[in-house]
């Protein structure tokens, strides 16, 4: 599996939206880009994922360039309870499990 | 509906001791995962399950680690003579699987916060 670059941590004002950016230059074809976040002492949750097109949820939406090479998560509306740390991760669809890394701390500031 | 579920949610134990860590995935996922999380870091995969059979356990960190899953369903991650280094938070994740071997995302529980003093 891919390995991703992520910055440790970005901080973003409650109500703005948090743009996560995401480094996956060495993605294969058949890699999807998932995004995880955890919440402090909770395990992880399942955001949103995407092969080539760009994908909304009702949580975020994921900007995935035309290269593939990189992407961005996009919270459109940030809350306190939005700070977390964000996890991107490159897979193949057949692959049984997930490389997490370090991921980016997310800090949403009142 | 339900999630998935672990327990004990928080375990203390003596160095020396045996643990037993139980996860009961969402019902019908046929994949299940345990992973680990030592304080401030990413999570270490440990073991994949397909059903009852576990055709990757390249994570397990020594031969103390062992897992087992019966009926497709819930599975138990056994630690043997623990140490104070296999104090961590324990994660199980589960998923399901469709066609052509495609795995889903996988949907994580609460985790057990095991402490071997």
């Known amino acids: 599996d891919a390995k991703t670059t992520q910055p440790p941590s970005m901080d973003c004002a409650e109500g703005r939206a948090a743009n996560l950016p995401c480094n996956h230059s060495t993605i294969s074809g058949n890699e999807y880009v998932y995004w995880y976040r955890q919440i402090h002492s909770q395990g992880p949750q399942y955001i949103i994922h995407g092969l080539k097109n760009n994908e909304t949820n009702e949580m975020a939406s994921l900007i995935i360039t035309e290269d593939r090479k990189s992407s961005t998560l996009i919270l459109p509306h940030a809350t306190l309870r939005d700070t977390a740390v964000y996890y991107c991760?490159?897979?193949?669809?057949?692959?049984?499990?997930?490389?997490f890394g370090t991921g980016t701390s997310l800090t949403v500031i009142p | 509906g339900a999630g998935v579920s672990q327990s004990p949610s928080n375990k203390v134990t003596e160095k020396g001791k045996d643990v037993e860590l139980r996860c009961d995935p969402i019902s019908g996922h046929t994949a299940l995962y345990w992973y680990r999380q030592s304080l401030g870091q990413g999570l270490e995969f440990l073991i994949y399950?397909?059903?009852?059979?576990?055709?990757?356990k390249s994570g397990l960190p020594s031969d103390r680690f062992s897992a087992e899953r019966t009926g497709g369903s819930v599975s138990t991650l056994t630690i043997q003579r623990t140490q104070q280094e296999d104090s961590a938070v324990y994660l199980c994740?589960?998923?399901?699987?469709?066609?052509?071997?495609?795995?889903?995302?996988?949907?994580f529980g609460p985790g057990t916060r095991l402490t071997v003093t």
């Open positions: 399950f397909q059903g009852n059979s576990a055709p990757d």
């Open positions: 994740a589960s998923s399901s699987l469709g066609l052509a071997g495609v795995l889903y995302e996988q949907y």
């Open positions: 991760i490159v897979r193949a669809n057949t692959g049984n499990q997930f490389y």
